[in-house]
């Protein structure tokens, strides 16, 4: 069955730290993403990335940044934390264009 | 560019009762239609999806067809349990000729009381 792994589900850290949130996927995908989901406010896409070192950014890129050294990991980096950066992180994972989405359980995330 | 448009929630229901949960949608091109469940505290699953025009996805009692004159994906079970409680998101999965990405609408809550 398919797997998409976020290391964390909870998370607190302080403003002006570096954060790093993992995702892992074992089906081999082309296609990953990192979105933030906020009451009232859905999906939201910060990056995105459609192969191996190959990035775009989403609707919200701003104080994030991403990684994707190998085809199953895809990291997302929070330059310096801030407090409007308390949300829960969503990553997913897609064969390609056209085909569903997997997502991990979510990584929720508090910046004190 | 493309866009989702969902009902707003939340939706409460006693269990048993008829759910129909509103999606239309504008997209260039031919998008696949997704619903998907999140369930509390959890990512969200893929529940149906359609791939092209009168498509029917069916899983778990609930049922969703691709109407393209209509431009719409709604979701519907004919019996809710209380166990269904969750938010449902309508969702494009984007073309190759249109947006690449994936497109979700807000999501509607579902509350169901026993």
């Known amino acids: 069955d398919v797997k998409v792994t976020q290391s964390s589900r909870y998370l607190v850290k302080r403003t002006g730290e570096k954060v790093f949130l993992e995702c892992v996927q074992d089906m081999d995908h082309e296609n990953m993403f990192w979105y933030r989901q906020d009451p009232g406010l859905g999906l939201r896409l910060i990056y995105f990335s459609y192969d191996v070192k190959m990035k775009e950014k989403g609707d919200i890129p701003e104080g994030y940044s991403v990684s994707r050294e190998k085809k199953e990991r895809f990291s997302l980096i929070l330059e310096s934390a801030s407090t409007n950066q308390t949300s829960m992180y969503l990553c997913a994972s897609r064969d390609r264009v056209g085909q569903p989405q997997h997502f991990g359980d979510g990584t929720r995330l508090s910046i004190l | 560019g493309d866009s989702v448009t969902q009902m707003e929630g939340p939706v409460t229901l006693s269990e048993e009762a008829f759910l129909t949960i509103n999606c239309t949608y504008t997209?260039?091109?031919?998008?696949?239609l997704f619903w998907y469940v999140q369930y509390p505290g959890e990512g969200l699953q893929l529940l149906l999806k359609?791939?092209?025009?009168?498509d029917k996805g069916s899983n778990k009692g609930f049922e969703a067809t691709y109407r393209k004159e209509t431009t719409s994906f709604h979701l519907e079970k004919g019996s809710v349990q209380v166990s269904d409680s969750a938010v449902y998101f309508c969702a494009l999965g984007g073309t190759s000729g249109g947006s690449y990405i994936p497109t979700f609408g807000r999501g509607t809550s579902l509350i169901v009381h026993p």
């Open positions: 997209a260039t091109g031919y998008p696949s």
């Open positions: 359609a791939t092209k025009a009168d």
